[in-house]
T-cell receptor, first 111, second 112 residues
Framework: DTAVSQTPKYLVTQMGNDKSIKCEQNLGHDTMYWYKQDSKKFLKIMFSYNNKELIINETVPNRFSPKSPDKAHLNLHINSLELGDSAVYFC??????????FGPGTRLTVT | DAKTTQPPSMDCAEGRAANLPCNHSTISGNEYVYWYRQIHSQGPQYIIHGLKNNETNEMASLIITEDRKSSTLILPHATLRDTAVYYCIVRVGDFGNEKLTFGTGTRLTIIP
C-alpha cells in the first residue's frame, strides 16, 4: 500500500497555464508538507499544514496556493506558470514530532 | 539556511561500514539531528534522528558527540542499494511546526 502518493508523476505544460498537483497520505498523519527540489537538487520546504490549517508558508509566490480538503489530502495549485517553476515537487506527511514520509515526487516542466 | 556541514561526497566498499560525518556547531539545546537519504530522484527517506544520546535502528546508528556539535551516521554493512545522497538536518520549530532545512548532503557511493 502506498503511504504518500502524488499525481501526476510528470507534468509538462506551457508558461501561463494553471495546473494542480494532488497528494494523498493513508498514514493517518496530522501534518502534510510541500517541498520543491530545483535543478541544483536543493530541497526546500514550501508549505506545511497541520489538521488542515496552514502552519508554514516559506515566502512562496502567491501564485502557489495549497489546499487541504481533509487531513489526508494536500493539493498544490499553481497559477500562471513560469519557467522557473520547473522542478520536482515532493509531498510529505508526518505525525507530530516524528519522521516525515515523502511521496515519489512530481516532475513539473514548464516550456 | 542549512545549519549543518557535510562532505560533498564519499566512497565506501560494499560490505564495509559507511561513516558519514556532519558538523552542526550552532545547534541549540532542544534541536534534534535528523538524517534522511535520497536515492536517485526518489522522495527522501527518513533514516534516524536523535537529540543527545546515541541511537540505533534497523537501518543505521547515530553517534552524537557529547557537546552535540557534530554527529556521525553509521551504515554498518553498506550495500549497493545504499548509494544515495545523505542529508544531515537540524530540525527547528515546535511540535506541528517543525521544519526540515535540507543542505547539499553527502553523495555516498558504494563500490562493489
Amino acid at each position: 500500500d502506498t503511504a504518500v502518493s502524488q499525481t501526476p508523476k510528470y507534468l509538462v505544460t506551457q508558461m501561463g497555464n494553471d495546473k494542480s498537483i494532488k497528494c494523498e497520505q493513508n498514514l493517518g498523519h496530522d501534518t502534510m508538507y510541500w517541498y520543491k527540489q530545483d535543478s541544483k537538487k536543493f530541497l526546500k520546504i514550501m508549505f506545511s499544514y497541520n489538521n488542515k490549517e496552514l502552519i508554514i508558508n516559506e515566502t512562496v509566490p502567491n501564485r502557489f496556493s495549497p489546499k487541504s480538503p481533509d487531513k489526508a489530502h494536500l493539493n498544490l495549485h499553481i497559477n500562471s506558470l513560469e519557467l522557473g517553476d520547473s522542478a520536482v515537487y515532493f509531498c510529505a506527511s508526518s505525525r507530530r514530532t516524528n519522521e516525515q514520509y515523502f511521496g515519489p515526487g512530481t516532475r513539473l516542466t514548464v516550456t | 539556511d542549512a545549519k549543518t556541514t557535510q562532505p560533498p561526497s564519499m566512497d565506501c566498499a560494499e560490505g564495509r561500514a559507511a561513516n558519514l560525518p556532519c558538523n552542526h556547531s550552532t545547534i541549540s539545546g532542544n534541536e534534534y539531528v535528523y538524517w534522511y537519504r535520497q536515492i536517485h530522484s526518489q522522495g527522501p527517506q527518513y533514516i534516524i534522528h536523535g537529540l543527545k544520546n546515541n541511537e540505533t535502528n534497523e537501518m543505521a546508528s547515530l553517534i552524537i558527540t557529547e557537546d552535540r556539535k557534530s554527529s556521525t551516521l553509521i551504515l554498518p554493512h553498506a550495500t549497493l542499494r545504499d548509494t544515495a545522497v545523505y542529508y544531515c538536518i537540524v530540525r527547528v520549530g515546535d511540535f506541528g511546526n517543525e521544519k526540515l532545512t535540507f543542505g547539499t548532503g553527502t553523495r555516498l557511493t558504494i563500490i562493489p
